[in-house]
């Protein structure tokens, strides 16, 4: 199989996961779920000869958690511990775009206004899940801190006017965003509609749009 053929794999694993969801065939899911972020390092290891090991290590660290967490989050009962791996999965992807924010000439222009729009967007957002959190109210606060620091290590990493490839990796870090809201939403607020679609779909594109900026910057 040539190198693009695993990503198209994994998108049509990706699409067969929303129809099992879509025909409450969640048993079925063990079968396509747990294959995405395998199918999505196959891809990333054929493809990313021109990264450093180093920083492939990072990548990797963050898929492996990552597929931990997609186990765990299948088992209602292990939502924490499936939390718990997202996060440390969240730390290997902050790590890896630090490396390149740290590798890249500075910035000639200020991009810290999106630390505030970003502070603003998970205070207001954890203010308002607070009567609905219970005891998982920790946990939340310390998720929903972890994840927008991810989200500011990629939106710092790149010089957008030139270094194209940072609006997949960026892409893919604000639908990792949307998709654990909608995750919360779901779980502590109320069921939303097609929310079991919306989390994955959105969750498959932001790792997507992730690790193929990621190849695609270490390759221009």
């Known amino acids: 199989m040539n190198k693009s053929g695993w990503l198209v794999l994994y998108f049509l694993t990706l699409f067969a996961d929303l129809v099992l969801i879509s025909l ?21 290891l054929t493809t990313a000869e021109a990264m450093p090991a180093k920083q492939q290590a990072w990548m990797y660290g ?17 939502f924490l511990s499936g939390l718990g791996c ?3 999965g969240h730390i290997f992807y902050t790590v890896f775009f630090l490396t390149i924010r740290y590798s890249n000439p500075p910035v000639p222009y200020c991009k810290y206004h999106w630390v505030f729009l970003n502070a603003a967007a998970v205070i ?7 009567p609905y959190l219970g005891n998982m109210l920790i946990p939340v606060i310390i998720y929903s801190l972890v994840i927008s620091i991810m989200l500011q290590s990629v939106i710092h990493a790149f010089h957008f006017r030139y270094q194209r490839m940072a609006w997949y990796c960026v892409g893919g870090a604000l639908l990792f965003v949307l998709s654990d809201s909608l995750i919360a939403l779901n779980r502590f607020y109320h069921p939303l509609p097609a929310g079991g679609q919306l989390v994955m779909l959105t969750y498959g594109l932001a790792q997507a ?4 900026g990621a190849v695609q910057y270490y390759r221009r």
């Not at 079925?28 to 294959?35: G, I, N, Q, V």
């Not at 898929?63 to 997609?70: K, S």
């Open 62 to 78: 963050a898929m492996l958690f990552c597929l931990l967490g997609d186990v765990l989050l299948m088992f209602d009962h292990l």
């Open 24 to 44: 409450n065939l969640d048993s079925l899911r063990f079968a396509t779920k747990p294959l995405l972020i395998p199918l999505l390092a196959v891809y990333f």
């Open 209 to 212: 749009g992730l690790v193929y």
């Open 124 to 130: 207001g957002y954890i203010l308002f899940l607070i």
């Open 86 to 88: 997202f996060l440390v």
